[in-house]
């Protein structure tokens, strides 16, 4: 599949700029490595099911649900896992496309909070790109029982942008994550 | 811009980034700043879009990346990737601390014994024998379809229906085409909930398990020496085993391979040498009488995979792959996800096959009444006839070109009414799981390879099946080893 030439990215901003009219809802989109958990979330979000596992690159293709926050209802996106935006796998280019394309409302960047360090590079990029990014440090309990705190606060001030722990799996802290989003969105 | 994300570069690096800034006109979706970050990096698709959008300021941008360039020893994504690696380290040493020691001492020790091969290898072939061999292969294969086959099916439902059909069904062609041989219910909806069904919802359930504790990127590490010999990586592992599920989701998740390359061995692979759950659950249960049967079976189905494998990774050129794959954490799995996922993908099965099933049923009767099916049948006859088999099993094989778990269903059948000795059942059931991927892994394989490299590979996977089976009777008739 040769996605990646000029013509077909441009093919693919007017199908979107189509459904856009069409549809009129604002899009939350997650991201993240694989394995982190996008998928979890997004279930909880569409209160669907998409499959989920323990190991990376379970999604493959991007899947849309719909999700009610606060008063408003949003197309809820889950992509497949990227590492950075230099891609090297078909669909961590599906992702990147994605991003680039379809102007999100929301950027949820979904990250596996044990290993917090080797996933804000790609919170960097994602900042740097001027996306409106809320991080959402996931699989919190996992990182508690191996002895992990993170300053959360501190976090957000050091990045400047909205932080939210959660442990999808066990639904802990989503609700939370869902007044985030909605006061995020109001307040933009 | 936070403080904390304004310095990770260094000024060189922040010069030409503005440089390219200021050159960029166009209008792009993400900020400038990170489109020129990309650029120096030199990402294919940012190139091109530069080139179409900035026209003769596309040379300018280029020099300014190539100078870049120069300013340092390792390429530019490297040292780019290592600064905001460094930021990362700060800021998580700013934000994270550590209270107590780590406590997973168990999860560490079963980590290890998983990879290390002297212990890891005993323990994978434990996870199959009692995962595929003894749940997939006896309970679901054996017991659940001898129930469902044989004490509903063919003790109440087929004669039932046959009955109704012959007392008030006056019009034979209506007769045949709902129950008879090769009716809808009697032979379509069979295969599908009775044969089909259970074995892959025991599959699935057991594959459910294992994937969500994690051992699957375990398992990767394992074989990845051995993988490597043909071509392809631990990662590749993925691939292959969700084909022991389905061979069509498997082929669509050989996109997550890095490299065209990989993509195209592993998919030949798949198509060729992966038997789908239905078939190996099938093949499975008939073998498992006969010990010997089965070792044959699979050593043959092995061997093709590797020699196969290592023939097209001399062929195809390209680099050698790198093993590169997150390491999950090894998780107890939730029964409720195992459940809702094993109960998911039945779901998507089941309304994928029973449609196609009963329009094969329909496409059989209707072969029957213009008389198209017996020649197609026919077609296949000599070639069977070659490789030792009874005719009867042409018409499985022309089954097997429609599903594969078709075709399986088909030599269940057969075997149930006696016909085929130990050394035929084995050529068959070889033969069987190498022949040609089934329509809807076919269309697939053009969705995600292309239309050439789909053909060729179902050419010759056509081909080779028959060569090996010849090839397979020969060596059995020859050795006498299953007479």
């Known amino acids: ?188 | 811009m936070s403080m904390q994300l304004s310095n990770i570069y260094d000024d060189k690096i922040e010069e030409a980034i503005e440089d390219i800034e200021n050159i960029l006109e166009g209008d792009y979706v993400i900020s400038k700043r990170a489109f020129s970050l990309l650029l120096l990096q030199e990402d294919e698709d940012a190139l091109e879009e530069v080139k179409e959008l900035e026209g003769k300021n596309y040379l300018k941008i280029i020099n300014i990346v190539e100078e870049t360039k120069k300013e340092y020893e390792k390429p530019l994504t490297f040292v780019i990737s290592s600064y905001r690696q460094k930021q990362a380290k700060i800021l998580t040493d700013s934000v994270m601390t550590k209270t107590k020691g780590k406590e997973k001492s168990f999860s560490e020790t079963l980590n290890r014994i998983m990879i290390n091969p002297i212990t890891g290898i005993p323990i994978a072939l434990l996870v199959l024998y009692f995962g595929l061999y003894k749940f997939v292969g006896q309970f679901g294969a054996g017991v659940v379809v001898d129930f469902l086959e044989g004490s509903i099916f063919e003790a109440h439902i087929n004669p039932w229906i046959n009955n109704i059909l012959n007392n008030h069904i006056p019009w034979e062609w209506l007769r045949a085409l709902i129950g008879g041989d090769y009716g809808i219910i009697t032979l379509g909806i069979r295969y599908a909930v009775a044969i089909v069904l259970p074995i892959v919802g025991t599959f699935f359930f057991v594959f459910s398990i294992i994937e969500d504790s994690g051992y699957l990127p375990r398992l990767a590490m394992l074989v990845d020496r051995l993988f490597k010999n043909i071509g392809l990586n631990g990662r590749a592992v993925i691939p292959m085993v969700l084909g022991f599920g389905c061979d069509t989701m498997a082929t669509m998740v050989s996109r997550t391979l890095e490299t065209e390359r990989e993509r195209i061995i592993s998919t030949l692979l798949l198509a060729l040498a992966i038997p789908c759950s239905a078939q190996l659950g099938v093949i499975l249960s008939l073998l498992s009488g006969e010990p010997k049967a089965l070792i044959v079976w699979i050593i043959f189905i092995s061997f093709v995979f590797l020699f196969i494998g290592y023939l097209a990774a001399k062929v195809l050129p390209g680099e050698e792959p790198l093993f590169y794959m997150e390491m999950p954490p090894l998780r107890l799995p939730k029964l409720s996800n195992v459940l809702v996922k094993t109960y998911t993908r039945m779901e998507w099965y089941f309304a994928e096959i029973l449609p196609l099933f009963i329009l094969i049923s329909i496409l059989i009767w209707f072969g029957n009444i213009i008389g198209v099916f017996p020649k197609l049948v026919g077609v296949f006859r000599p070639f069977v006839m070659a490789i030792g088999l009874p005719e009867e099993v042409s018409e499985v094989f022309l089954f097997g070109f429609f599903r594969r778990d078709y075709g399986a269903a088909g030599l269940f059948d057969l075997v149930k009414e006696g016909i085929l000795s130990t050394r035929q059942l084995v050529v068959a059931a070889a033969t069987l799981t190498l022949f040609v991927p089934c329509v809807a892994q076919f269309v697939m394989m053009i969705k995600e390879r292309g239309f050439k490299t789909a053909i060729y590979i179902a050419a010759f996977v056509l081909a080779f099946s028959f060569v090996a089976g010849y090839a397979l009777n020969w060596i059995l008739l020859v050795t006498g080893v299953l007479a």
């Not at chain 1, 926050?69 to 889950?78: F, T």
């Not at chain 1, 599906?94 to 979904?110: A, I, M, Y």
Request: charged share 30%; net charge negative; with cysteine.
């Open chain 1, 1 to 188: 599949m040769k996605c990646c030439n000029p013509t077909e990215t441009l093919k693919n901003e007017n199908i979107v700029v189509e459904g856009e009219a069409k549809e009129g809802l604002e899009k939350i989109v997650l991201v993240g490595t694989p394995n982190v958990g996008k998928s979890v979330l997004f279930n909880r979000l569409t209160r669907s099911y998409v499959t989920v596992s323990n190991y990376p690159g379970t999604t493959v293709e991007v899947s849309r649900g719909k999700g009610v926050l606060g008063d408003r209802e949003y197309e809820i996106v889950d992509t497949p896992g990227m590492y950075s935006f230099m891609c090297i796998t078909e669909e961590e280019k599906v992702t990147k496309r994605l991003l680039f394309n379809e102007k999100p409302e929301v950027v949820l960047h979904v990250i596996d909070a044990k290993n917090l360090e080797r996933m804000l590079p790609l919170t960097f990029q994602l900042i740097e790109s001027g996306l409106p990014v809320i991080l959402v440090l996931n699989i919190m309990d996992e990182a508690k029982r191996l002895g992990l705190k993170i300053d959360i606060e501190k976090l957000e001030e050091q990045l400047g942008i909205p932080v939210v722990s959660t442990t999808a799996a066990l639904n802990k802290g989503v609700d939370i994550l869902r007044e985030r989003i909605d006061k995020y969105v109001n307040a933009a």
